[in-house]
């Protein structure tokens, strides 16, 4: 190993980051600021958690990014930015990172954010006793002994981390993963305070217990109602942040935030808070106000693989080619989303899905072809096919529910029962396989297709559809021992959509928001990682 030569690449590499990194508000000259420095912003749902370990789902990740920090964070356009490691080198086949943490990073009760700290946070995650629905991704990140450890088949000491000493922090993965750096911006590769998480267990992120090492700590939490973060004056930029308090409202019916937004109640809405209906209305009141970006993210219809009759694939696949994307895409969300017939997303960096061979049909071929697969499998007008479509309360979802259920009812005459839960029983249901089909979604983690396709792994714990292919899942694996994986991305694409359907792509999302002209530092990217950190409120 040519460990010099690789010490000075990465040496170049941490000073390039730190010529582009944004620390903080970058408040340009002569920009007056408000006295008050509140921002109330609109958080979808009620998270889950915010155990950074265990969250799962946007609700509870757009605030652990403001409670907590990892190694790196995401910038504009998704430019990584140091969070608690300064820097970092690696070895010439990208197995072994070596990160030097900052050492004025502190937990919000003023102890230092050591090594030790990522170390228990990673370990934490791969633990079956968290059981953790994010641990999957320490696996697909490489650390090493990772899927064995979720299997219960090695001792989580055992996992590829170590803290080298109190500020330099080690991870050995099993393969070669270049891009391993972008996926600590997930809240899931966070550290942990061990003290804490051991005195409280599951209590530990109550407010009156929580330690955070974010540029917020949490004030308060009245379920249902608001969350209020503090600055964390023991963050190690504290001095570079604007906003002294932040409110999040957890808010699921987009016309409902809409009206909370034009009444003066919200400063920034959620990434899918614009109503379609009131799209067009507002590039003609407020176009200033209307932040439509591309996001690397997919709209899908879980299937599920293991429950007949969608444990045959004619099944599956007549009711994705019964679905007019461009109809849900032109009338149902009307917002610049893109109809999807493959499963990974075309702004992914490094591999473009090739069109599969039903999007290249016209929508009357599908149906037909359609109507002939479900008549093969054994239902037509005298044994119509009759099930259930699972979604999470939310406007958008049962408008988007609606019309499908009326094309599938249309052209096959099916008989579709609508069922809408809140959130977090909505996740409990679909994650235990409750359900015959069921509404999905997936921002990615990281620009990279396996972000992805790795969903569809067996062995991933957000296999939300419980697809089952050993030949899938090799080819996943062998994406990982290869330098140009694009080749295998295609296989499993059409493996997993063309020929099985495993899930039913939709359309790929925009992140559509509302933003009041006084808030400065918004920085839009694929991942929609946005921290409040970053942002100032404007005199106005």
Do not use: C
Not at 67 to 86: M, N, Q, R, T
């Amino acid at each position: 190993m040519k460990k010099t030569k690789t010490l000075i690449a990465s040496a170049i590499l941490a000073a390039s980051f730190g010529a582009m990194q944004v620390y903080a508000a970058n408040v340009p000259a002569g920009v007056q600021l408000a006295k008050d420095q509140v921002l109330v912003k609109g958080g979808e749902g009620e998270p889950q958690t915010i155990d950074p370990q265990k969250v799962s789902g946007t609700p509870g990740s757009l605030r652990d990014r403001d409670l907590f920090e990892g190694l790196y964070s995401e910038g504009k356009d998704g430019v990584l930015v140091p969070g608690v490691a300064e820097s970092y080198t690696v070895n010439k086949d990208h197995t072994v990172y070596t990160f030097k943490l900052r050492h004025d990073a502190k937990w919000s009760d003023g102890s230092p954010v050591t090594a030790e700290d990522f170390v228990f946070g990673f370990q934490r995650l791969v633990d079956p006793k968290t059981a953790s629905t994010y641990s999957y991704y320490a696996a697909l990140a490489g650390i090493k002994n990772a899927q064995n450890i979720i299997d219960g088949k090695d001792k989580v000491s055992s996992l590829g981390v170590k803290a080298l000493d109190a500020h330099t922090f080690q991870v050995t993965l099993d393969h070669s993963v270049p891009y391993f750096v972008k996926m600590t911006v997930n809240a899931s590769l966070f550290p942990a305070p061990k003290k804490v998480v051991e005195k409280w267990g599951d209590a530990w992120t109550k407010p009156e217990h929580i330690v955070s090492n974010g540029a917020y700590k949490l004030k308060s939490w009245v379920v249902n109602q608001k969350m209020v973060f503090v600055r964390n004056h023991d963050y190690w930029n504290d001095k570079k942040t604007v906003i002294n308090k932040v409110i999040v409202l957890p808010i699921i019916d987009p016309s409902v935030e809409y009206n909370r937004y034009m009444a003066g109640d919200l400063d920034m809405t959620s990434n899918q808070g614009i109503p379609t209906n009131r799209y067009h209305e507002l590039l003609k009141t407020v176009p200033n106000q209307v932040k439509v970006t591309p996001a690397l993210a997919v709209y899908y219809y879980d299937f599920n693989n293991q429950k007949p009759p969608f444990n045959d694939v004619r099944v599956r696949k007549a009711l994705s080619y019964a679905i007019d994307r461009n109809i849900i895409t032109k009338y149902v969300t009307g917002t610049g989303e893109i109809p999807a017939y493959s499963f990974t997303p075309p702004d992914v960096a490094g591999f473009k899905a090739k069109e599969p061979q039903y999007e290249k049909w016209t929508q009357a071929e599908r149906n037909k072809k359609a109507q002939e697969l479900l008549k093969a499998a054994g239902f037509d007008k005298s044994h119509p096919l009759n099930f259930t479509l699972l979604y999470n309360t939310n406007e958008n979802h049962k408008k988007i529910a609606i019309a499908i259920s009326a094309m599938w009812k249309k052209t096959l005459g099916v008989n579709v029962t609508l069922d809408n839960q809140e959130w977090k029983t909505f996740l409990n249901t679909r994650q235990l396989g409750n359900y015959q089909v069921a509404r999905d979604g997936w921002f990615g983690d990281y620009n990279e297709a396996s972000t992805f396709l790795s969903l569809l792994d067996s062995n991933s714990s957000q296999n939300n559809a419980k697809y089952k292919n050993p030949a899938f899942d090799k080819l996943m694996d062998e994406t990982a021992k290869v330098n140009n994986p694009a080749p295998y991305y295609q296989k499993a694409e059409d493996l997993a959509i063309d020929q099985d359907m495993a899930v039913a792509p939709i359309y790929q999302y925009v992140t559509k928001r509302l933003l009041k002209p006084y808030v400065g530092g918004y920085m839009p990217n694929l991942e929609d990682n946005i921290y409040t950190r970053d942002m100032y409120i404007i005199k106005h």
